[in-house]
């Protein structure tokens, strides 16, 4: 099945003057789509719909008071979508809806919409280094970073879920919709992704009580890690809140920079992720600080040496 | 016992929280909410994750969408505001650190000097 990954993750809030401050101030580009409706996207097109809590357009919520209502999936063409809904009505109610795309609940009641993708195809540099060894990325007199870098999100990369029971999400994504586990955090849950995306994960199970079912963080790609940086000390400075990060992830290894929000999950910056195909063998590791990163920084005031002594030079 | 100034009264909005760090560099604020004459502080702690994680999206956004509970805004825990009691999200069953406030004549709040120091539970 060519599932790409997630186009949109639909919310329903309950501060949504502030979730769209929010939005905007992380990077994202706001179009609205009705009288109550915006999505707010990456450079792709891919993103975050916010409504408030209340909005009848909405799915329905779950039984907890998670915020995420539905992850709209991008996929190659109408044949998949076809595919998908021909194995899906074998066991649950499927909704076709007037544009094409289907609707339906995954094993656990996650409402899920599967959509041709809307994407836009990025034609874009990466981020480009110089290393003694390896011939140079930059041209001469090519700047490798200035105050005015634009550090937007390009792309929405992954959603990370708590679940409480991986077995039947496992089963279901992997046996049910084609997606492949790429590595295991032992204690937490598997990485995976859909057979249309060679990024390492557009999805992240963690095992938790029912209690917790939802989101747990999304978030979106970033041009490379000094993009992540500029745009996390950027965000922090308007006064957001850091939750975890600059550092790197081992498995993915990708850059990572998680934020508080009033969507009541994270919003995370990411960068280089690893891409694998199906000669990949998934690892496994126990889950905690060890496995989770390569190292972890702190976000601190600018200062720079200088100054002399306290009090004034001696003598 | 030795106390930190942490702020006056009037710093907090009626019906608002703020929070406030006991020393420059310290690793945790303190949360005030001010509601009429009453004053509850608690550690900027979400009892989610070992060690606590700050709660609020933006600076001294502390509060729900309401303005009824105290909320972690990384994954949405809700707090009564008058125990630190989670009432729903993943803490479901634990409290948020309550800290005493003592107050002088004037209106200035102070707290215990080993708020400071909180986070040495950090690990
Ligand atoms: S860290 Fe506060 S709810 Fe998870
Ligand atoms: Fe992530």
Known sequence: MRIIGPDYLVFGVDDLEGSRTYLQDFGLKPVQLDATGWLYEALDGTGVVIRHRDDPKLPPALQTKNMLRQQVFGVEDAATIDAIEAEMSRDRRVTRLADGAIEFQDVLGFELRFQVTRRRTLNMPAEKINAPGAPAQRAPNELGVTDDVPALPRSLSHVVLFVPDIDKMVEFYTRRLGFVITDILTGAGPFLRPAANDDHHTHFFIRTPAYMQGCEHLAFHMGGPTELMVAGDRFTRKGYQSFWGPGRHKFGSNWFWYFNSPLGVHFEYDADMDKHDDAWVAREAPNGPEASQVFLLQWREKWAPGGGPEGGAKG | ?123
């Not at chain 2, 702020?7 to 420059?24: K, M, N, Q, T, V």
């Not at chain 2, 994680?53 to 969408?65: H, I």
């Not at chain 2, 105290?70 to 707090?79: E, P, R, S, T």
């Open chain 2, 1 to 123: 016992m030795a106390s930190l100034p942490l702020c006056h009264r009037d710093d907090i909005p009626e019906g608002a929280a703020r929070g406030f760090l006991p020393l420059p560099d310290a690793p945790r604020r303190v949360i005030v909410v001010r509601r009429g004459t009453r004053l509850d502080a608690y550690m900027d702690a979400c009892p989610h994750y070992t060690g606590g994680t700050p709660m609020a999206w933006r600076r001294d956004a502390y509060l729900n969408g309401e303005g009824t509970h105290l909320a972690c805004h990384a994954h949405g825990a809700l707090f009564d505001i008058d125990t630190g009691a989670c009432v729903s999200g993943p803490c479901l069953g634990r409290k948020l650190t309550r800290v005493a406030l003592t107050e002088d004549q004037a209106g200035y709040l102070s707290v215990p000097a080993h708020v400071a120091g909180r986070a040495a539970r950090e690990e």
